[in-house]
């Protein structure tokens, strides 16, 4: 064997590479404007991608051919890689959407193209990319997405015969691998020892599941950023609009920019800044902007049949149109055709059910379609798996804060029909805590209104309706209150910018009239189902919650002493379950106790268990509609407190432990928006609740120290008040008296210590709060408040005991103020995060703290001698 060449091989080669030459310039021409089609490919489907083509070098011609003579005669025209291009992109779908573009425009050479991820085993991990052999198609380019001009010669078989490019279409992170092992490895003259084959395929399985990870990070990160209700508040999006309707109007033709306002507006239910925006754009063929604009149309419009509502339903059509086929459009549109073409309808749940199954929209809504025309449940149970990896779906959503308030109605609705009443009655409640509109919950209402025929069979449905009625109507007329605020705001501003906002005002009275309609409507169908012959309930209001069962009668007991102190100064309504067991009991026996000051109101089911017993201390018994304990109870309890004109958020919860139908209440109330007091450590439910990642950051949920002032404090006394006057001078007396003694201890930054002048709003109501205290605090300890006009006043002394007595009420009447405007428990001060270490109870405060408290209290007679009042005792 020799290596030499002989002469015959070296005319081959010199030959090829004069044929490789006088066609050098067709394959540079083909490389540059591959790399513009393949730009404009990136930029619809992968906007980060690296585009790379080049013609294949003459010196790598001639050392190709000469390392593949033995398969190739003629490389010239059996090479497939003379013009090489290459896209890398972020993440697999990426890969996916650009290889779908290639196939579907470019001819492909199918019996040298090469997809290396098909070839790997399911135990293999390697190099993985595709490899097209591809060539320009007639009459393909330009158009719409590629708006590039072919030359004559890249489609001229007889000018150019080997028009042939090899594109690989990669990931990043296959890229890397590529460039660090396949061109060493598999390309080089050597056989690489095994130790090294182990690295590389340890290095191509990590790189494997870094894609995988990071496909699902941009997968997930990619809906949060379009679900723009995930991450700002309606206000935060109307100025956001404003901001990008700028741009819009100095780049006409950003697309982008377009679909983002049109995305806001519809999450704001602002149909018609929706179409105004998007009806310029409607020959994008964008599916967003199309199914956006399409849902607008239909939305404003709500008339099947009518001429806008077509026009919505053609837009959505041309959104699902292959090969895009917008999921949501899809399912929106077979929703329009429900009410006037149910066989239409049904053929596009099913289209839309054969691309995504499991997806949480389209699946409630195809069940609901098949059980509402069939009156038939059987499907649920055929259907289980699908359902419940619809829930996790659901779940994942959430977690991430996609697709809200839906993907809790969904959630809901999915565990409604698998039977697990209390989980769905949890995810319909998160859900009315997220919807700022009333339109959402009615949304909800009237998709379970299509489980109606088959109601009877699905437990708990009565309590989700109820839920949602309730809610329908807090939520309506909260939205209503919101707006008039709005317009008394507005009518503030002087005459000149009233001209201005004149449109604004308008708008603003006519949504005023709106909701106010919705919301009359809404109260119409919770007074339907008030329990009738009652006595409106009256604020103020506290609803007692937590552990009836048997198994915790004894451990509830260890809190009567506290509940008893609590509602000692209480003049109100407290609800409770109306039993003599664990805190129910406790509830009849402080009703009972206090009976000239406390209206208790016990609600039971129709058809109570054997093991329950009625309390007849309590002033009144309501009997629900139920069959023994369930939400059912709760849900009348709000039903009465709404018919009778209150509002929710001045309703307070007090929880100690409690099972699962206390989970429920505490939950509930949250949804609705009353201020949740949990005892700390009280066990059970309640310790769940602080715990529960969907709730424990609710603003209104407030972890209480078990210490009986601040559980008086939390709940509220009654008694008499200062005049405005006297509050306004004592309570800048109190806190000149605070600044004076604690400048010498803490940082004069603290916004506490400002003088009154600058102090924010906050503390001013902080002092003003503990000069109302004033009387109550002497009440406790049985004295009484007189005027003197005629005399000098006497300063009363108190006694050590009282003093202490008066300190921890101080210091609990702090704790609930605290705790009520959102501070929680930290181990140091931390204003801005308001967090403090001395929300504890009495026994726990540090003694320099208590010693303030005493400091403050003792100072009282002073405090009463500057508006006039003197102290004595009774």
């Known amino acids: 064997m020799t290596d030499e060449i002989s002469a015959k091989d070296i005319d081959w080669l010199e030959d090829q590479i004069n044929k490789y030459k006088k066609q050098f310039n067709n394959y540079k021409l083909f490389a540059e404007v591959l790399e513009q089609v393949l730009n404009k490919v990136a930029k619809k489907h992968a906007p980060l991608a690296i585009v790379q083509t080049r013609p294949k070098d003459i010196a790598s011609f001639a050392e190709k051919c000469e390392r593949k003579k033995g398969k190739h005669k003629c490389p010239i025209n059996q090479f497939t890689d003379l013009c090489g291009g290459r896209i890398i992109v972020h993440t697999a779908e990426e890969v996916e959407a650009v290889s779908k573009f290639i196939e579907e425009h470019f001819l492909i050479d199918q019996e040298n193209t090469i997809d290396v991820r098909q070839r790997l085993k399911p135990t293999e991990f390697g190099y993985r990319s595709v490899h097209y052999i591809i060539s320009f198609k007639k009459g393909v380019f330009p158009n719409k997405d590629v708006n590039v001009e072919i030359p004559s010669v890249l489609t001229d078989d007889k000018e150019f015969p080997n028009r042939r490019a090899e594109v690989q279409v990669r990931t990043i992170l296959e890229h890397a691998w590529a460039d660090m092992a396949h061109e060493l490895v598999y390309k080089g003259s050597f056989e690489v020892p095994s130790k090294w084959e182990r690295e590389f395929a340890g290095v191509a399985a990590m790189l494997e599941s870094a894609d995988k990870t990071f496909s699902r990070i941009e997968e997930g990160l990619s809906n949060y950023l379009a679900n723009y209700g995930a991450y700002m508040t309606d206000e935060q999006m109307r100025n956001k609009i404003k901001t990008l309707e700028i741009i819009l109007a100095n780049d006409p033709q950003n697309v982008k920019i377009a679909d983002q306002i049109g995305?806001?507006?519809?999450?704001?239910?602002?149909?018609?800044?929706?179409?105004?925006?998007?009806?310029?754009?409607?020959?994008?063929?964008?599916?967003?902007?199309?199914?956006?604009?399409?849902?607008?149309?239909?939305?404003?419009?709500?008339?099947?049949?009518?001429?806008?509502?077509?026009?919505?339903?053609?837009?959505?059509?041309?959104?699902?149109?292959?090969?895009?086929?917008?999921?949501?459009?899809?399912?929106?549109?077979?929703?329009?055709?429900?009410?006037?073409?149910?066989?239409?309808?049904?053929?596009?749940?099913?289209?839309?059910?054969?691309?995504?199954?499991?997806?949480?929209?389209?699946?409630?809504?195809?069940?609901?379609?098949?059980?509402?025309?069939?009156?038939?449940?059987?499907?649920?149970?055929?259907?289980?798996?699908?359902?419940?990896?619809?829930?996790?779906?659901?779940?994942?959503?959430?977690?991430?804060?996609?697709?809200?308030?839906?993907?809790?109605?969904?959630?809901?609705?999915?565990?409604?029909?698998?039977?697990?009443?209390?989980?769905?009655?949890?995810?319909?409640?998160?859900?009315?805590?997220?919807?700022?509109?009333?339109?959402?919950?009615?949304?909800?209402?009237?998709?379970?209104?299509?489980?109606?025929?088959?109601?009877?069979?699905?437990?708990?449905?009565?309590?989700?309706?109820?839920?949602?009625?309730?809610?329908?109507?807090?939520?309506?007329?909260?939205?209503?209150?919101?707006?008039?605020?709005?317009?008394?705001?507005?009518?503030?501003?002087?005459?000149?910018?009233?001209?201005?906002?004149?449109?604004?005002?308008?708008?603003?009275?006519?949504?005023?009239?709106?909701?106010?309609?919705?919301?009359?409507?809404?109260?119409?169908?919770?007074?339907?189902?008030?329990?009738?012959?009652?006595?409106?309930?009256?604020?103020?209001?506290?609803?007692?919650?937590?552990?009836?069962?048997?198994?915790?009668?004894?451990?509830?007991r260890k809190y009567r002493k506290l509940l008893m102190n609590a509602f000692s100064r209480y003049e109100g309504t407290v609800i409770g379950g109306g039993t003599q067991q664990g805190i129910s009991g406790l509830v009849g026996e402080a009703g009972k106790k206090y009976r000239d000051t406390i209206w208790s109101i016990g609600y039971i089911p129709g058809h109570i268990s054997s093991d329950a017993t009625l309390d007849q201390r309590y002033t009144e018994l309501r009997e629900t509609d139920g069959i023994g304990y369930s939400p059912i109870e709760s849900l009348q309890s709000w039903i009465d407190i709404i018919a009778g004109g209150l509002d929710p958020s001045e309703v307070k919860i007090l929880g100690i432990n409690g099972g699962m139908i206390s989970a429920i209440e505490y939950r509930i109330g949250l949804a609705l928006g009353a201020t949740v007091g949990i005892v700390e450590d009280s066990g059970r439910e309640a310790g769940v609740l602080m715990r529960d990642e969907k709730w424990c950051r609710t603003e209104k949920l407030i972890h209480l120290p078990a210490d009986p002032m601040t559980l008086k404090a939390f709940i509220g006394s009654g008694g008499p008040k200062l005049k405005s006057s006297d509050r306004e001078k004592l309570s800048r007396i109190i806190h000149d008296g605070f600044r004076e003694s604690k400048l010498k201890t803490l940082a004069s930054k603290d916004p506490a210590l400002e003088e009154w002048e600058s102090l924010p709003k906050e503390f001013k109501e902080s002092s003003a709060r503990q000069a109302d205290d004033i009387y109550l605090k002497l009440r406790e300890i049985g004295c009484t408040v007189h005027e003197v006009g005629d005399r000098e006043i006497e300063l009363f002394t108190f006694t050590e005991e009282e003093i202490e007595f008066m300190a921890e009420i101080e210091h609990g009447r702090w704790n609930a103020e605290r705790l009520l405007e959102g501070w929680r428990w930290g181990e140091e001060k931390d204003v801005d995060n308001k967090k403090s270490p001395y929300l504890v109870s009495w026994e726990e405060l540090p003694e320099d703290v208590k010693e303030w408290d005493r400091f403050m209290v003792s100072k009282i007679p002073e405090l009463l001698k500057e508006i006039g009042q003197e102290i004595r005792r009774n």
């Open 263 to 556: 995305a806001m507006a519809v999450c704001l239910e602002d149909w018609q800044k929706a179409i105004d925006v998007l009806s310029n754009y409607k020959n994008s063929d964008e599916p967003n902007i199309l199914r956006n604009l399409g849902i607008a149309f239909c939305k404003i419009s709500d008339k099947p049949g009518s001429q806008k509502y077509r026009q919505g339903q053609r837009y959505l059509e041309k959104a699902c149109k292959p090969p895009d086929e917008d999921l949501d459009a899809l399912v929106f549109l077979a929703e329009t055709y429900e009410k006037t073409d149910e066989e239409k309808s049904r053929t596009l749940y099913h289209r839309a059910y054969e691309i995504d199954s499991t997806y949480p929209n389209l699946l409630e809504r195809y069940l609901d379609f098949e059980i509402y025309h069939f009156r038939d449940a059987s499907i649920i149970s055929l259907m289980k798996p699908v359902i419940d990896a619809s829930v996790q779906r659901c779940k994942d959503q959430a977690e991430v804060g996609v697709n809200l308030p839906w993907a809790y109605y969904s959630m809901g609705k999915f565990y409604l029909l698998l039977d697990k009443p209390y989980e769905s009655v949890e995810a319909y409640a998160k859900a009315i805590q997220l919807s700022s509109a009333p339109d959402k919950i009615e949304t909800a209402l009237e998709a379970l209104y299509k489980l109606r025929k088959i109601s009877r069979d699905i437990y708990g449905y009565q309590w989700v309706e109820r839920l949602l009625i309730v809610g329908r109507a807090v939520v309506t007329s909260k939205k209503a209150g919101e707006i008039d605020v709005e317009i008394k705001e507005l009518k503030k501003t002087n005459k000149k910018d009233l001209e201005k906002e004149e449109k604004t005002l308008n708008k603003l009275k006519r949504e005023k009239r709106e909701f106010d309609r919705k919301s009359e409507k809404a109260m119409e169908e919770v007074l339907k189902l008030a329990l009738s012959r009652k006595e409106p309930v009256q604020k103020p209001v506290v609803i007692v919650v937590g552990g009836c069962d048997p198994a915790v009668e004894e451990e509830m």
